[in-house]
Each structure stands twice: as C-alpha cells, then as structure tokens.
C-alpha cells in the first residue's frame, strides 16, 4: 500500500500552506529525507523532505494550491503500486489553472545584506531587523530615456535647450517624474531665476516649481507582514510585557573579537559582536531558567535546551532563525551556524528547523546606529532582548574621561512568569560576560 505524505505543520499557529513547486516529478525516485517539494507558509519558503522511499506515485494536489496542514499531497511507494483514493483524500485537489504562484513573490532578497518570523514576533518573526526600501535604480545613459552618464535625467529636448544655452544640467532641479529635467526647467535657469538652480552641495535650497506630487500609492501586505500583524498584536495584547535596560561595557570584547578575527582572516570567517552576545545570553540564561522559559496552564514549563533565535531581516519582515543549546556550542560554530541560516532565509531556501523551536530571543539593531529600543516578546516564550549598537563614547574611568566602547541592551520580559529583579539580575550576569569575554571561548 502506498505511503501518504501530508502537509506538514510548520509552526505552532500554522493553519494552511501554498504547494509552490514540486522538485519531484511523478515517476521520480525519492529517498528518505530527500527533497520532495517547497511549501510557503505565512513565513516563509521552506523545503520539505519526504517521510519515506520509494517512487514518487502521484501528486495528490497541483502547484499553486493552497494546503490545509494535515491534509494530503503526494503518494509515495513502490513502482506501478495503484494509491487508495479514499486514503488520498479522494482527489480533490485544486486545478493547476485555478491558482498560480507568483514566482516573483518568492524570491528573496540577495544575501550578504547586514540588514533583518520562525516567527519573529512573526516580529521574530546577525541579525537584523527592519525592512528597508530599495532606491530606484540609476538606468544607465539612454538618449531614449533622457539619461546622462552622470546620472541625471532629462528630456531629449531638455538637453538639447541645455547643450544651445550653455546650462549645466548638473546645476539644474528637475520638475518632472523621478526629479527629471523638462525644457520649463532649463529656460528657468538660463533666465537668471532661482527656478531650478540647485545651490552646490544644497539641491533642497532651490527654487523650484516642483510640479505635483506622486499619486498616493496602496501596497498590499505581504503574507509575512500580514503574519506579522497578527502575533504582534495578539502578544502585546495578551502578554504583560516590562523592560528592563543595561550599559555595558564592550571594550573587552572588541578587543576580543578583533584578535579573533585576525586569526580567522585566512578561513575567511569573522566573529561579529552579536555572536558575543547569542553566547553569553546563553550561558547566563543557566543561571536564570525562569526567562528560557513559557507558561504553561497554571506553572511555568523551564526549557532543558537553551535555543537562541535571532531576528533577521528579510523582503517585507523579518524572521527569526533558531541556532539550537547555544550554551554547549563553541563561539566560532554559533557565528557560522548563525549566518548560514540567515543566508537561507533571505535566499527563500529556509529549512523548518531552521525557524522553529526559540527558547528565548534576540533582536540586534546594531547596524543601523540604533542606541536603544524595546522589543515584542515572541509567544509561547518568556522574553526577548534587544540590542542598540556598540558605539565608542567618553566614559569616566578611575577618575579620567578617556574613550570607551559601550552598548545598551534592554530585555522584554513577560510579567506573568518573571519580575523586574530577576530581569535585572539577568543582565547584570550578562555583563560577566561581556565585560570578561575570554569565559566565552572557554565554555
């Protein structure tokens, strides 16, 4: 009889999934763990691996169709074995026509962007957050589209009014779409006026009629974004959050994590300062079992593994990879492990395991010169920290102001299963070990 594979449940509030390609063709041989097919969800692309052996015997829905979890989609079993429509789910699956996947939509921004849900806080859905909008791209120099090799934009006969009067385009503000230079704009600055004359180094001073502005524009929310919405506002709805906020002092880790890196310069690889921190939350967590922790009924369920997420970010999101008992693992293979699950996830080519089962999380907005910002816990767990950047500033030392590396943290915690002491005493651990980093690469 053949074997079943159903839409798997990736993710605790998972309800439905998008079939979006079948990397294996009916007749196609597949083995146990093999890839079977790529499945989108609210979160994200994921690949999904086949439960058993055998031949590939019929795709019980087609691509593009949308999955209930649980339900049928394939059958796999031995070859020219007939599969039991009753067990199949009948054949009721959706008609290739019916749904087509935008395949466009799926696609990822590149990697190796020092940017950012599992699910961070659906926010958590390096580690990075935020989404940040692509600028428009400079086309390259096109007499049909009015572009220079400088860059600026203007029209055919713009430029032929520019070239007879001897008007700079460079100095002139274009009125036209996407700051392009129209011929009203060229007379304007060849008559003497303020009307288009960009100030060197100021081209907001000038005096110009900018014409109208853009027409509004309604961007419909992403699947991810949509998702986001969701768990953010049901965990600030329904999760008593308090903060508490930490300075530390970074000089010794960035002493650390230079020499460090000098030494990997030959592999290639490089320490960042979040992978100083993923391992000292870790290790000061198994002091604090109460925050890798979620509530369970009426107690609190204390997590035996210490699961680190990281928030990063992704087109419209962002989500949140799970490097597994952080705690045990060298500092060098938390760096690695870390940024090569942040590449999948912005390559759209993200493992379930790769975004699911954080025990406590981490947000770092360090990158974008953010000194301090609270986070959203990510449900079911107890709470999250947020990372400002490591910024060297005077600080005051044995009597001397004398310059000094230092970063805010603040910790989000869920009041129903921990206090603002405990928060505190928590990041006051953390600071053993980032203020004496050497217990990192010893642990």
């Not at 204390?302 to 008992?325: P, T, Y």
């Not at 301090?372 to 102001?401: C, H, M, R, W």
């Amino acid at each position: 009889m053949a074997d079943i594979i159903t839409m798997p449940k990736l993710g605790f509030d998972m309800a439905e999934g998008t079939l979006i390609r079948w990397v294996k063709k009916e007749g196609d041989k597949v083995e146990k763990g093999e890839l079977l097919a790529e499945i989108e969800t609210d979160k994200a692309t994921v690949e999904v691996e086949s439960q058993y052996s055998g031949v590939v015997l019929k795709h019980l829905v087609a691509e593009g169709a949308g999955v209930p979890v649980g339900k049928p989609i394939a059958a796999v079993g031995k070859e020219g074995e007939t599969v039991d429509a009753g067990a199949a789910g009948g054949g009721d699956a959706p008609a290739k026509e019916e749904k087509k996947v935008d395949q466009s939509a799926n696609q990822r921004p590149s990697v190796n962007q020092e940017k950012p849900t599992n699910r961070l806080t659906d926010q958590q859905i390096d580690s990075k957050p935020v989404s940040v909008a692509k600028p428009i791209p400079v086309e390259k120099s096109s007499a049909g589209k009015g572009n220079l090799p400088s860059g600026v934009r203007a029209s055919p006969l713009a430029r032929k009014i520019a070239e007879e009067r001897g008007v700079n385009l460079q100095d002139v503000r274009g009125s036209g779409p996407q700051g392009r230079i129209t011929k009203k704009d060229v007379e304007g600055a060849k008559a003497g006026g303020m009307a288009g004359v960009a100030l060197p180094g100021f081209p907001g001073l000038a005096m110009d009629e900018l014409g109208p502005p853009p027409a509004d524009k309604r961007v419909p929310l992403s699947r991810l974004r949509a998702a986001i919405g969701r768990r953010m506002t049901q965990a600030r709805q329904e999760v008593p959050h308090f903060y508490v906020t930490h300075e530390y002092d970074m000089d010794r880790v960035m002493d650390a994590r230079q020499q460090a890196n000098t030494l990997l310069e030959s592999s290639g690889e490089r320490l960042s300062v979040n992978d100083f921190v993923i391992k000292a939350a870790a290790l000061a967590l198994r002091q604090f079992p109460n925050l890798n922790a979620k509530l369970d009924g009426d107690a609190v369920l204390q997590f035996g593994s210490v699961n680190i997420g990281v928030a990063v970010a992704v087109e419209n999101g962002l989500l949140v990879v799970v490097c597994r008992d952080v705690d045990r693992k060298p500092l060098r293979q938390i760096s690695i492990e870390v940024k090569e699950m942040a590449e999948r996830v912005r390559s759209g080519k993200v493992q379930s395991e790769d975004i699911e089962g954080s025990t406590f999380s981490i947000s770092n907005l360090g990158m974008y010169d953010v000194f301090e910002f609270t986070a959203i816990i990510n449900p079911p767990e107890a709470a999250i920290l947020a990372l400002g950047s490591a910024v060297q500033q005077a600080v005051v030392k044995d009597g001397q102001v004398v310059p000094g590396w230092r970063m805010r943290a603040t910790i989000s915690v869920d009041h129903r299963v921990s206090d603002g002491a405990e928060a505190a005493q928590y990041l006051q651990a953390l600071a053993n070990y980032l203020e004496n980093p050497v217990a990192l690469f010893m642990s």
